[in-house]
């Protein structure tokens, strides 16, 4: 092996039950390699996870499974998550009977028919397939089924990018309003920072698989310190003519996360500037 790629490296932050973490950055980032991580989607090369202080790596194989249940994704396709043979209400029930949550038929349907309508669908479409529903629909259906097995943390990766404004808003409001009610925790991984700004508590701006700014939304998104942080939300449009910006324009080509083997990415320092917001120096 002569060369290596460097997806994340050195990344650390925490997750707090009710709060909405936001992972933005270019394509490439890292960004869906940390949440397929936390997932257990991929495996770690080094470094460790920890879920309510318990580390992944020192877990049983029994456990690690069981923790599936508490960690669910939603994926960006709807569509492609969804078995296009199957059920929506057998696709919900999956991860009921995988994780033996309930084991009688008739519990499993009726948290399936609670799951369906606590996203706003009836519990008659248990019985249709992906196929019979619209984008915004089989989203809802994705979510319920992560919802089934009443989760603590929500790893949404682009899950609102293939849909348009109006469900966006609507699929927004719906998860805001379950986070409200029942705690959990979100890791909403995005490109989208108007959505960013409207659902998350705090916000960490990833460049080539490094933390360079991490803070409250309004601390970041109101008063970027980092220049790749400043170049992202300049690039923003603004639906109002008479606002005038300063434009940082991002140039030249994104460098390559594959290096040579020996040749490591240096590894960022941090700064405090103000309290909770933290900005890698020197760059």
Known sequence: MTHRIHAVEKVNFSIYPGETLALVGESG???????????????????????????????TKARKKALKRDIQYIFQDPFASLDPRKTVGFSIAEPIR????????????????????????????????PHEFSGGQRQRICIARALAC?????????????????????IINLLMELQEEQGIALLFISHDMAVVEKMSHRVAVLYLGQIVEIGSRQQVLESPQHSYTQKLLSAVPIADPTRVRNHCQITGEVPSPVREVGNEPETLIYREFQTGHWIAQGQ
Not at 29 to 46: D, H, N, P, V
């Open 98 to 129: 995988t994780h033996k949550i309930m084991h009688h038929s008739s519990e499993i349907k009726q948290r399936v028919s609670e799951s369906l309508e606590r996203v706003g669908l009836n519990a008659e479409h248990a019985s249709r397939y």
């Open 29 to 59: 980032s890292g960004k869906s390699t940390i949440g397929r991580s936390i997932q257990q989607l991929q495996a770690l090369t080094e470094g460790d996870i920890h879920f309510e202080g318990r580390s992944l790596r020192r877990l």
């Open 150 to 170: 009443n989760p603590k943390l929500i790893i949404a990766d682009e899950a609102l990018s293939a849909l348009d404004v109006t469900i966006q808003a609507q």
